[in-house]
């Protein structure tokens, strides 16, 4: 019996230590510069999606779910087709949140996936609203000059395709 205490006790600190060795790894990470190819110390350059993850199923494997989602157009619920087949989506930002460092310049690259539009605004730091379309890039660039927790906001989709721009601050 006291064997198996031992291992359980090992495999324990093999985790703790696996989860120490993470923590220093992102702590390093997080301390040092992140500088790509042709971007200057400073700067900062994000990828980001306008995406639609989507499921469905037919009602012979799955009941219709009778609750309604909330309102607006970040939610779509389609009742079964004369298949029985329903589906379910949701309208987000991928990645939905953003962490940047203050006084850093920041360059959000984003690609519309799905949705023919996205009407998107940054509280703080890109109060006009500015546009994603499907298959396209579109650019918002701002200096993170602010500490704090801002949201990334589209209109078309609420209340689901809502991001978080965290801004750490010096």
Not at 140 to 153: L, R
Request: hydrophobic share 40%; charged share 20%.
């Amino acid at each position: 019996m006291k064997h198996i205490g031992r291992a359980v006790v090992t495999r324990r600190l093999q985790v703790v230590i696996s989860a120490f060795a993470i923590l220093a790894g992102l702590a390093l990470v997080m301390a040092s510069p992140q500088v790509g190819m042709g971007q200057a110390a400073g700067e900062r350059v994000i990828y980001m999606a306008a995406i639609e993850p989507k499921g469905g199923v037919t009602v012979d494997k799955e009941p219709y779910p009778g609750a309604p989602l909330p309102k607006g157009g970040g939610y779509v619920l389609n009742p079964p087709n004369p298949q029985g087949r329903w589906e379910v989506s949701v309208y987000q930002w991928s990645p939905s949140t953003i962490v940047v460092r203050q006084g850093e310049r920041v360059t959000l690259e984003i690609v519309g996936i799905n949705g023919g539009k996205h009407s998107g605004h940054i509280d703080k730091y890109h109060p006009d609203h500015f546009e994603v379309k499907r298959g396209q890039i579109t650019r918002v660039q701002f200096t993170a000059d602010t500490a704090g927790i801002f949201k990334i906001h589209c209109k078309e989709h609420e209340p689901s395709m809502e991001g978080t721009l965290v801004v750490l601050p010096r």
